[in-house]
């Protein structure tokens, strides 16, 4: 899966792009760093990377503003470093286009497992009419759910929901992203939404509604529908 | 008690009365012989007109009844008594009494129009110098400093507005008039004062009582407005607290994850599969680098929260500085042998009063900052000189200078400098805490382009004497 695949690594810490570049080496991918905003951005256009890991404070500004310039060309994957431990960055990074964020101090497992969900989801990206995770598959086209083989029904704000989730698999997307693009960009303050549609989706589509397995929370930031793991 | 008064003016209004009578009839005997009696009878309406307006209606008419007596006793026939021959001469009394009548009336209407004018501009006066002493005492209350400072500051511009009023105000708990003073009670919300007007001020009891209420008003506002703007600026205080605890929060577990997170990868890709010998040798220096910054931060961390304490205890010993000050390089050195640390410093220096172990901690952190921000290329020099009764070990590098806008910064902590990423960013504080537990004082030199040079100073204290 990670055949070749280039990552760009961008972090002023020269300690952690030595351990990164080991890490991401032995993991089978091709390794570039930059140490700034501008030498990202540089290194971004020179030879376009398959993702990018972005640490989210830069000497010379923010990882969120490499988001937003690399988003006005690229849809790459960018998984983003925190070390902020402020949840408000990370949701400005992933609002401003990142798929995903790792915490720093993380573990090399963690980061990669990351790694390769994000560039399974750009391969299949634009090709797939259903998307399939665990038991449960969403028909985009036909709009059906099936669990099991067998169908559900869902409301048409669930299944527009539940879509969303679908079409970004894997990646964590914001409260704000999914307000928008199911209620409408009026709406995107009203979390307490997303709560009530979200327990009924659960209630419908995993096994055990109160230990999610497909369809999980990040506290405070969104959602993400994943395989179960 | 006008009566009384009116009784007591009664000789000098009867002998008025009389004497301008016997000045009416003496002009009109002097007149007789060029004009009719009964016409010379206006001369004594000016005697009525006369009392009139000194003394009033009642005066004016008694004067006019003794006026008509008089002019007929002397003057209409039959003279010498009191009784008229001429009928004409009765209607033309008659007219006389009525017209000394109107003119009493008028007269005394007058007079008691100019006593009512005059009691309001004086009553418009007393109003006058109430309202001026308020606006005064307001304007000073409302903008000058503290009411309590206000109010004892002899020659201030409250005391001043009050005392040009023959007035004393203050707060006190009893009343302390001085002799002769008449004392008002303010009452004021939370407090006691006292306005004492002073014996010849010209302020009756009922204007004291008068002003005494608004003047506690004032006094009540201008408390109040001193609490409110207490409590602002003590929720002011808190709410920076906060804000430069939250940065220093943020500051600190930022760089505790950056050396973290630089093990746990090390850590993960020693792991992660085969390494060259290069690879591994690296990752292993990482690890070790790491590990030391991480137990240094802690470090620094622990030392600023004992300043930060106030806990920072030094024992002060005799410190010889250029034992400290090589000592101090010597530990730079080890850890940047590329970068050069000259020592001016001599060794006859006197000795001073501070912690050794601490002041060895202030200069290796300050020849460590020298050696951080300046090219390896030119040397960081310690210096040491003895002036003014203080003896000062300076350190000066010849980087770039500390821009104006950050120089008031530098000690704060977590603030660095645009080259020197890799420190704690407590180093300075670290040091002023240390340096000011010490009873010294570390100031701070830098000329944009041409370097910086941070001087530590210290009393000059009487020597120990030489061991025998």
């Not at chain 1, 060309?73 to 401003?96: N, T």
């Not at chain 1, 929901?161 to 964590?172: F, N, S």
């Not at chain 1, 914001?174 to 209630?203: C, F, K, N, S």
């Not at chain 2, 001016?344 to 501070?354: C, G, I, T």
């Amino acid at each position: 899966m990670s055949n070749g695949a280039r990552v760009l690594v961008v972090d002023d810490e020269p300690q952690i792009l030595r351990g990164l570049r080991v890490v991401l080496r032995n993991a089978g991918y091709q390794v570039d760093v930059a140490a700034t905003k501008a030498e990202a951005l540089d290194a971004a256009a020179a030879r376009p990377p398959d993702a990018m890991v972005l640490d989210l404070v830069l000497p010379d500004g923010s990882g969120v503003e490499v988001c937003r310039e690399v988003r006005r060309w690229s849809g790459l994957p960018i998984i983003v470093l925190s070390a902020v431990g402020d949840v408000r960055e990370k949701v400005k990074a992933l609002d401003a286009g990142a798929d995903d964020y790792v915490t720093k101090p993380f573990g090399s497992e963690e980061l990669t497992a990351r790694l390769r969900a994000v560039l399974r989801r750009a391969a299949d990206a634009d090709t797939e009419a259903a998307v399939t995770v665990g038991d449960l598959t969403i028909d985009l086209a036909a709009r059906r759910v099936l669990v099991r083989g067998e169908e559900v029904h869902l409301t048409p704000i669930e299944f527009d929901l539940l879509r969303v989730l679908a079409v970004h698999r894997g990646k964590l997307v914001t409260h704000r992203q999914l307000l928008h693009e199911v209620w409408g960009p009026q709406y995107t303050d009203e979390t307490h939404y997303l709560r009530v549609h979200v327990a009924h989706i659960r209630a419908k589509v995993e096994a055990d509604a109160s230990r999610p397995q497909l369809l999980v929370t990040d506290p405070g930031v969104g959602y993400r529908l994943q395989d179960p793991s | 008690m006008a009566r009384k008064g009116r009784l007591r003016e009664l000789p000098l209004v009867s002998l008025e009365a009389v004497a301008a009578i016997g000045v009416a009839t003496g002009t009109v005997a002097l007149l007789e012989g060029v004009a009719p009696v009964t016409g010379l009878g206006v001369v004594y309406l000016l005697a009525v007109l006369l009392v009139a307006s000194r003394h009033g209606e009642i005066a004016a008419l008694a004067t006019a009844v003794a006026s008509v007596l008089t002019l007929n006793f002397f003057f209409i026939e039959p003279r010498h008594h009191l009784t008229i021959s001429d009928s004409r001469n009765v209607a033309a009394l008659g007219v006389f009494l009525i017209a000394g009548m109107v003119v009493s009336r008028l007269a005394a209407a007058v007079r008691q129009r100019a006593g009512e004018s005059e009691l309001r501009a004086h009553e418009a006066a007393a109003r006058e110098r109430e309202s001026s002493l308020l606006a005064a005492v307001a304007s000073s209350l409302l903008s000058e400093g503290p009411v309590e400072a206000q109010l004892s500051t002899p020659g201030g511009r409250l005391t001043d507005a009050v005392s040009r009023a023959g007035l004393r105000l203050e707060l006190a708990p009893t009343p302390a008039p001085h002799e002769g003073e008449e004392t008002v009670p303010l009452q004021l919300r939370s407090r006691r004062a006292w306005l004492y007007a002073m014996p010849d001020s010209g302020w009756h009891r009922e204007e004291l009582d008068r002003v005494a209420e608004p003047l506690a008003h004032l006094v009540d506002v201008a408390i109040d407005r001193e609490e409110v703007a207490e409590h602002t600026a003590e929720a002011e205080a808190a709410r920076r607290a906060d804000v430069a605890k939250t940065a220093v929060l943020h500051a600190i577990s930022h760089d505790l994850r950056s050396p973290l997170t630089a093990i746990t990868t090390a850590t993960g890709a020693l792991s992660s599969g085969p390494l060259s010998e290069d690879d591994r040798r690296e990752l292993l220096s990482v690890l070790r680098s790491e590990s030391t910054r991480l137990a240094r931060l802690v470090d620094d961390l622990l030392d600023l929260s004992r300043i930060e304490a106030g806990a920072v205890n030094p024992r002060p010993d005799w410190c010889d500085l250029h034992d400290t000050v090589a000592s101090a390089a010597e530990h730079v050195r080890r850890e940047h042998p590329e970068h050069q640390v000259e020592l001016l410093v001599s060794a006859d220096l006197p000795l001073v009063r501070a912690d050794p172990a601490q002041m060895e901690r202030v200069f290796s952190n300050l020849i460590e900052n020298a050696v951080k921000f300046s090219p390896e290329d030119r040397p960081v020099r310690v210096s040491a000189s003895v002036a003014g009764e203080r003896v000062t070990v300076r350190v000066t590098d010849e980087g770039r200078g500390i821009p104006p806008t950050a120089r008031s910064h530098v000690f704060e902590p977590f603030f660095r400098g645009r080259a020197g990423g890799a420190g704690s960013g407590l180093g300075l504080t670290i040091s002023k805490g240390f340096v000011e537990a010490n009873g010294a004082r570390i100031q701070l030199d830098s000329r944009p382009g041409a370097g910086t040079s941070f001087a530590v100073s210290f009393p000059l204290v009487p020597q120990p004497a030489a061991p025998a």
